[in-house]
């Protein structure tokens, strides 16, 4: 009976088991396979996304300095040849490793070994978790590549897409397209550009020194077809190093608008020039694009959300030689002190006295040790880019006189009358209130500062120490000079006391001794700067003790006296309560 159950129960036979088991392994190589190919398809949206990102990035370095993040050359294209996705008519340009350091708020998944690449460029093409870009076209390619299936993708196209539209190039050789032109062709180092209806072609005219008038032979001034004020063509050629010429005529001639400046930043962030120097921008800041005001060894120029424009004053790290930390205060001034020597004096310093616009010395020196860190931090500081102007100033008797306009806004902007015949508490008072960062802090200049401007102007190629110590008449606004105005909307004032005269609208030359509103002329501009020498004496935080009396100091020259009497570097003393029956104003700082 048991045996009879047993013969005819029903198992597994080893067929069946056999093809279970062939069925399963196919269904786990199906899993396997899709998995990986799961795996490829991510890891090549991977490389798509960093393409996207770097595009984007390179795009906005490219409008900003006129060239690409990328001066590592690479010609280990054969793979990538192979793929064949370069294309023969547009990526005629040699291949660069990008520079992902160059780039701000990068985050990419590949290209790790541009951290290795960076500092060993000669062995460059032995690596391959890179991304490069072409110089003609601007296409980026990830040099290891992603393989899925049979095939290996090196960009975000296979070569059935291969681009073969050009990029639109807005500079070359560092110098501006406009918008309205394309880049046409290069003729005997001449760069031509020709109207988007192929309408007009202009070519581009290098001027190396600055200019005051207009080209000889020049009868219009275009920009974009339209007619143009002569003082923006003149600081246009000045700012941009020439101008472009149309071809037909010989005649008409095309200025490149000036300002344009980057979105404000959101919090506190790094900025890169062209040349890969560094600096931090405050909250709110955003930075001058403009060609010789965006980089830093030219005098950066920034902005905050008011308006007002600053310029960044480099201090290199390179000059501490004692100082070991940012709380290092004594060594850290002395290593400054020794930096900038050649502009100190004897008997000036940087230490608190009764009237200079500070509670006390506690605070004094909190200020100033709370500057020492900033500046040994952050490689520099800010500093007003005009003179102090007072915004709510009308065009009559409206400079600030004792303590009349105390209460309106300090602005740091073009055209303002400025803010003068003040005290240095009042000055201080006023430069208080112009920081736009909770983080950050606006005062008066320290005499150090100060000192750091003069050793930071040297940077300028056309100025010599003989210019900032002994003589600026050259480039400022005094009594022995016609200085040639280039702001359309400049205003004089005629009278040493101006409290009581008006201000009148001024053109081309200053003929006589007067005052002139903030940033009248480029030619009082160094490194962006202006004003410095000339126009009004400058309160600064530095006091001077040649007596048992105590003197507070200005810095800079004034309107009426000659540049080699009061040169930028000069230093004039005073009561802490003179300044109300003299032509006194003051420029900010912020750390």
């Known amino acids: 009976m048991i045996k009879g159950k047993i013969k005819n129960a029903k198992g597994i036979t080893l067929i069946s088991l056999t093809i279970t088991i062939i069925i399963i392994m196919m269904l786990a190589n199906t899993i396997i396979y899709n998995i990986k190919d799961n795996v490829s398809i991510k890891n090549v949206k991977n490389m798509e996304s960093d393409i996207e990102i770097l595009k984007d990035k390179i795009s906005d370095y490219y409008a900003q300095n006129g060239q690409i993040p990328a001066n590592i050359k690479f010609t280990n294209i054969g793979a990538i040849k192979d793929a064949g996705v370069i294309s023969n008519?547009?990526?005629?340009?040699?291949?660069?490793?990008?520079?992902?350091?160059?780039?701000?708020?990068?985050?990419?998944?590949?290209?790790?070994?541009?951290?290795?690449?960076?500092?060993?460029?000669?062995?460059?093409?032995?690596?391959?978790?890179?991304?490069?870009?072409?110089?003609?076209?601007?296409?980026?390619?990830?040099?290891?590549?992603?393989?899925?299936?049979?095939?290996?993708?090196?960009?975000?196209?296979?070569?059935?897409?291969?681009?073969?539209?050009?990029?639109?190039?807005?500079?070359?050789?560092?110098?501006?397209?406009?918008?309205g032109f394309y880049y046409y062709e290069t003729q005997e180092n001449e760069i031509i550009i020709k109207s988007n209806d192929n309408s007009q072609t202009y070519k581009w005219i290098q001027v190396t020194d600055k200019i005051d008038s207009i080209p000889e032979g020049i009868a219009t001034y275009t920009s974009e077809s339209k007619q143009t004020n002569i003082n923006d063509f003149i600081k246009s050629v000045n700012s941009y190093k020439g101008y472009y010429r149309n071809e037909s005529d010989n005649k008409s001639a095309m200025y490149l608008d000036r300002e344009k400046w980057s979105p404000y930043y959101d919090e506190?962030?790094?900025?890169?020039?062209?040349?890969?120097?560094?600096?931090?921008?405050?909250?709110?800041?955003?930075?001058?694009?403009?060609?010789?005001?965006?980089?830093?060894?030219?005098?950066?120029?920034?902005?905050?959300?008011?308006?007002?424009?600053?310029?960044?004053?480099q201090v290199p790290k390179s000059i501490y030689k004692t100082a070991t930390d940012e709380k290092d205060y004594k060594n850290i001034e002395a290593d400054l002190i020794e930096y900038v020597n050649t502009y100190r004096q004897e008997g000036f310093e940087d230490?608190?006295?009764?009237?200079?616009?500070?509670?006390?010395?506690?605070?004094?020196?909190?200020?100033?040790?709370?500057?020492?860190?900033?500046?040994?931090?952050?490689?520099?500081?800010?500093?007003?880019?005009?003179?102090?102007?007072?915004?709510?100033?009308?065009?009559?008797?409206?400079?600030?006189?004792?303590?009349?306009?105390i209460t309106h806004t300090a602005v740091s902007q073009k055209d303002q009358i400025q803010y003068s015949y003040i005290t240095i508490a009042q000055a201080q008072q006023l430069a208080s209130k112009m920081v736009v960062d909770s983080n950050k802090t606006s005062s008066l200049l320290f005499g150090i500062q100060w000192d750091l401007v003069c050793k930071f102007l040297e940077m300028d190629i056309n100025t010599k120490e003989n210019d900032i110590k002994a003589d600026s008449t050259n480039w400022g606004n005094y009594s022995n000079n016609n200085l040639i105005i280039t702001s359309n909307n400049a205003k004089q004032n005629?009278?040493?006391?101006?409290?009581?005269?008006?201000?009148?609208?001024?053109?081309?030359?200053?003929?006589?001794?007067?005052?002139?509103?903030?940033?009248?002329?480029?030619?009082?501009?160094?490194?962006?700067?202006?004003?410095?020498?000339?126009?009004?004496?400058?309160?600064?935080?530095?006091?001077?003790?040649?007596?048992?009396?105590?003197?507070?100091?200005?810095?800079?020259?004034?309107?009426?006296?000659?540049?080699?009497?009061?040169?930028?570097?000069?230093?004039?003393?005073?009561?802490?309560?003179?300044?109300?029956?003299?032509?006194?104003?003051?420029?900010?700082?912020?750390?």
């Open 351 to 405: 230490s608190y006295y009764e009237g200079c616009g500070i509670d006390s010395a506690d605070k004094y020196n909190e200020l100033y040790n709370k500057m020492l860190s900033s500046v040994y931090t952050n490689g520099g500081f800010w500093i007003s880019r005009y003179e102090m102007g007072d915004k709510e100033a009308t065009q009559s008797n409206e400079t600030r006189n004792g303590t009349t306009g």
């Open 89 to 179: 008519t547009i990526d005629t340009g040699d291949f660069f490793v990008i520079d992902l350091s160059a780039i701000d708020n990068l985050t990419l998944n590949y290209g790790r070994d541009f951290d290795i690449v960076k500092d060993n460029a000669s062995r460059a093409n032995e690596y391959k978790d890179l991304y490069i870009i072409n110089e003609a076209s601007h296409n980026i390619f990830y040099v290891e590549g992603i393989k899925i299936n049979d095939k290996v993708m090196y960009t975000n196209y296979t070569k059935e897409d291969v681009d073969k539209e050009a990029v639109d190039f807005r500079y070359v050789n560092n110098i501006k397209i406009p918008d």
């Open 268 to 313: 506190e962030g790094i900025y890169k020039d062209k040349n890969g120097d560094a600096i931090y921008i405050p909250k709110d800041f955003c930075v001058c694009e403009t060609s010789g005001q965006n980089t830093i060894d030219e005098g950066l120029v920034a902005k905050d959300k008011q308006n007002n424009e600053w310029v960044w004053i």
């Open 494 to 591: 005629a009278s040493a006391n101006v409290s009581t005269s008006k201000w009148t609208d001024i053109k081309d030359k200053k003929t006589v001794t007067t005052i002139l509103t903030t940033g009248a002329s480029d030619y009082a501009s160094k490194m962006n700067i202006y004003d410095l020498a000339g126009n009004l004496w400058e309160w600064t935080l530095e006091k001077n003790s040649p007596t048992s009396r105590t003197f507070n100091n200005r810095r800079g020259g004034c309107f009426n006296l000659a540049g080699n009497v009061t040169p930028v570097y000069n230093r004039r003393d005073a009561s802490s309560l003179y300044g109300a029956d003299e032509a006194s104003t003051a420029r900010v700082a912020i750390y």
